[in-house]
């Protein structure tokens, strides 16, 4: 089951890569803090291409600004969304996929989205049934049926979005000092300069973002939206960093975009087990916002396998890492993944697949 691997730079296949976007972007401070943080562990590349552009002049001018004038110092720079790598402009906002409209779970609020693991992706609303005419599951599903080898399920839209992959982190002198705050909202929108028209869609994700990212954790669940590569290192080595000074976090890397199976029927290969519940590890989800955010947690009692799945439509072959959440007595009766199951809080575990613009690291052991 070749492609997804442990500690090894995904999209480069060197440090090289890594180096040549610190230089180009000036900013090594944020690579001196996540190898501070982690004791020597390499920045997976899928990180490294998000640091922001600016260069340390630049960066340190803008810092400046903000120090004495607030989000007055951001809006007064007009070139700064293209000079920064941000989403705001008009071009870019307009590309961006309305799949939230296309959710089936439109009513229910993000928050349950994300604490049931569905973060991202467009959902199935009616789930085809294969030949013997039973349904088939798709946003959740059992961990037998991704062990049992021939089980079919239907894989979820899990398109890409490129308009958020082209989405660069704040530098962290100015991250730190951004008011990331619900009731700020619409400051921000008008110190980014975003559109009044035409950005419907942009302002109510960046809305909903916030009031996920200010929800308390759950009750086995450890939680923090990230807006800085150095706020991600530190949440890491709080959660699994450890203090022996030891490396005691690796990286998963490899996870391939799933477009070519999205929305297909898919044949369960084989399954391999990444991580059983008793390691801990932190899965960081990009969420939609002007700058770079990830949605990071550790949920507690979760396994984390790698799956070998097959369209016999067209052949392809890909594997997708699924967590399963095995213990289901914290969720609420009302939890999309028991209401999709048929479950009651306790009465089995959940499974989810991993979107491929999530980042996932494991305690090394």
């Known amino acids: 089951m070749a492609g997804t691997t442990i500690l090894k730079l995904g999209l480069c296949g060197s440090i090289f890569c890594l180096m040549m976007h610190l230089l180009l972007a000036g900013d090594e401070s944020s690579l001196s803090v996540w190898e501070d943080e982690l004791h020597g562990l390499r920045m997976p590349s899928e990180l490294a291409r998000f640091m922001s552009p600016l260069n340390h002049e630049e960066t340190l001018l803008l810092a400046d600004g903000f120090a004495t004038k607030g989000l007055q110092a951001i809006a007064e720079e007009n070139s700064l969304c293209k000079r920064a790598g941000l ?3 008009k071009t870019q906002i307009s590309k961006l996929d309305s799949c939230n409209a296309r959710k089936p779970y439109k009513k229910r609020k993000l928050l349950d989205l994300v604490q049931d693991g569905f973060v991202t992706g467009c959902g199935q609303t009616v789930m085809p049934n294969d030949v013997e005419g039973k349904q088939l599951h798709s946003n959740f599903f059992r961990v037998k049926e991704i062990l049992t080898v021939g089980e079919k399920l239907m894989f979820p839209d899990f398109h890409d979005d490129a308009v958020n992959e082209n989405v660069s982190f704040l530098p962290h002198k100015i991250a730190q000092n951004i008011p990331f705050q619900s009731q700020q909202v619409l400051n921000l ?4 300069h975003i559109p009044s028209t035409g ?11 916030l009031k996920v990212c200010e929800a308390p954790p759950s009750s086995i669940e450890t939680k923090r939206c ?26 998963v890397e490899g996870i391939v975009s799933t477009k070519k199976i999205s929305k297909r029927v898919v044949t369960v290969k084989g399954a391999k087990l990444l991580a059983p519940s008793s390691i801990k590890h932190v899965a960081c989800h990009s969420m939609l916002f002007p700058f770079k955010v990830y949605y990071c947690h550790y ?9 070998a ?7 392809i072959e890909q594997n997708v890492v699924a967590e399963c959440h095995m213990d289901t007595k914290p969720y609420p009766a009302e939890s999309l993944a028991l209401l999709d199951l048929k479950l009651k809080p306790g009465e089995g575990e959940f499974c989810h697949w991993v979107p491929s613009d999530t980042l996932l690291f494991i305690e090394k052991v």
């Open 189 to 192: 929108v008008e110190a980014f």
């Open 199 to 209: 950005s419907e869609l942009l302002i109510k994700e960046m809305a909903s973002t």
């Open 87 to 89: 989403l705001c402009e």
């Open 226 to 251: 990230v807006i800085s590569i150095e706020f991600m290192a530190k949440f890491l080595s709080s959660v699994i960093g450890g203090s022996n000074h030891k490396q005691n976090v690796e990286v």
């Open 299 to 307: 949920v507690k009692s979760t396994k984390m396998y790698l799956v």
């Open 309 to 315: 799945l097959k369209d016999e439509q067209s052949g």
